[in-house]
């Protein structure tokens, strides 16, 4: 088996994978809990949470056009920061992904049950999982091309359910615009940057995009803007065409009912298949990056050397998919509130992105051979900017979060804490088999270095 990945995903593959992993559950299953948390503003609370997501692009831009290889935040972070930090930062990622699986698993289930109400939700949640790990087993050629396919379709369903909806708003739907206060408002906000998470996907897979510098950077572009216009558009029609209270009585499957409002029979029945295709690209982008960041973990030692191996015919690191399939079916059998995973992936992305946009900012200092390369070099005025940025709005939301729910948070940390003590366990264990994890950690593999142009 090799340990060699292929470099065959395209611009239009990238695009799926964010646009596939942004707009997935949260859209469909979260939007009526948060309607009846700040009622007919939640399409403004959907807006200003994409500030966040525009200085996760702008730091993902620079890290993409510099480091185009598997894994990238967490190589960033650990070779330009710490060990300890990138390995903080890896398991902020597992705690968000099988979070967000858990999520979009449920959520296919309730829209399929909606239609099949004898169905067996959890077996519905379980299959959907096994299926898309073997897709990412068969290969990243045949997910590009699942995924350009769910994503297409589900895009063209969310244009016909904003773009019809306009003309059938209720001016009655719109007012008081913030029936719970501000303060519920900002809490929304803070919640509904879980509907961003996607970005940071990319840069997991960076190792196998055809022209990384110029193709990742392109499709963060691209994907920014698509998502934001969708975004916007969705949810202001659904609070417009069904009362936002109503809403969260209904729960995950609101959507369809706002749709029948205005809609014929057949056309929500596809805005049902749009929804559950826009879970299931998050599933498969999911499973893609899962297995690329425990393939990192694999080249540096902090699980056995043995996962690192890939398919000799597709190419895909068959034994990571196969640990991050199993991670999230474990996920979905012990679920808790969907609110609750979308919570703990709040708190991991905060951690992830602030310790990567920290990371990219030392880059220059840090890695003077790396950065001259760079396709996007900043000026400095404009890398302060962006890594101010990042801090900032990632520790408001990040104590939003908390003041949400504050039990949760202590659960997130007591996982963190776990990982940490794994971390020193490992590394006593290497320590004993004559191996300084740190150092190894430190140093960049000849193969990274090959891709980078720096051997």
């Given at each position: ?110 829209y399929i049950a909606s239609y099949l109400p004898n169905v067996s939700k959890i077996g519905v949640a379980i299959s959907v999982v096994l299926a898309f790990g073997l897709i990412n087993y068969l290969g990243v050629k ?216 920290t990371a990219v900012w030392l880059m220059p200092k840090r890695a003077p051979e790396i950065y001259s390369k760079a396709l996007f070099r900043f000026s400095p005025f404009w890398r302060w900017f962006t890594w101010i ?67």
């Amino acid at each position: 088996m090799s340990g060699e990945l292929e470099r065959s995903l395209s611009l239009a593959g990238c695009v799926g994978v964010i646009v596939g992993m942004v707009i997935g559950a949260s859209i469909f299953v979260i939007i009526p809990t948060l309607a009846g948390m700040t009622g007919p503003s939640l399409y403004l609370a959907y807006v200003i949470s994409a500030v966040p997501a525009i200085f996760t692009a702008l730091y993902l831009i620079q890290l993409a056009g510099a480091l185009p290889v598997t894994g990238s935040n967490y190589v960033a972070v650990t070779r330009w920061m710490s060990p300890m930090a990138g390995f903080s930062v890896s398991i902020a990622a597992v705690i968000a992904m099988i979070s967000t699986n858990c999520i979009v698993a449920w959520g296919i289930a309730e829209y399929i049950a909606s239609y099949l109400p004898n169905v067996s939700k959890i077996g519905v949640a379980i299959s959907v999982v096994l299926a898309f790990g073997l897709i990412n087993y068969l290969g990243v050629k045949i997910f590009e091309w699942v995924q350009v396919l769910m994503v297409a379709l589900l895009i063209l369903a969310m244009l016909i359910f904003g773009i019809a909806g306009l003309f059938h708003i209720n001016p009655a739907y719109t007012k008081p615009f913030f029936p719970k206060g501000l303060g519920s408002f900002f809490m929304v906000v803070a919640v509904a940057t879980f509907s961003w998470a996607g970005f940071i996907a990319i840069t997991e897979v960076a190792g196998e995009v055809k022209e990384p510098r110029k193709n990742i950077p392109l499709s963060i572009i691209f994907s920014l803007i698509i998502i934001m216009v969708i975004y916007a558009l969705q949810t202001y029609v659904f609070t417009g065409t069904l009362l936002w209270s109503k809403a969260a009585k209904i729960g995950p499957t609101a959507v369809l009912v706002s749709a029948r409002n205005f809609l014929p029979g057949w056309l929500v029945t596809y805005i049902a298949i749009a929804a559950i295709l826009a879970m299931a690209t998050t599933i498969n982008a999911i499973v893609l990056m899962g297995a690329r960041e425990m393939l990192a973990w694999s080249r540096d030692y902090l699980i056995p050397v043995s996962f690192n191996r890939t398919h000799e015919r597709f190419k895909t690191p068959y034994l990571t998919v196969s640990l991050v399939t199993v991670f999230s079916i474990f996920g979905v059998i012990f679920a808790a509130s969907l609110e609750k995973y979308a919570l703990m992936v709040i708190f991991a992305l905060m951690i992830i992105q602030s310790l990567g946009a920290t990371a990219v900012w030392l880059m220059p200092k840090r890695a003077p051979e790396i950065y001259s390369k760079a396709l996007f070099r900043f000026s400095p005025f404009w890398r302060w900017f962006t890594w101010i940025g990042c801090v900032t709005t990632f520790s408001l939301i990040f104590l939003f979060g908390l003041l949400a729910d504050i039990k949760t948070g202590i659960i997130f940390f007591i996982i963190m804490l776990c990982g940490v003590f794994y971390w020193y366990l490992r590394k006593f264990y290497l320590e004993k088999q004559g191996l300084c994890i740190e150092d190894k950690m430190k140093q960049f593999a000849e193969a990274t270095l090959g891709e980078l142009g720096l051997k």
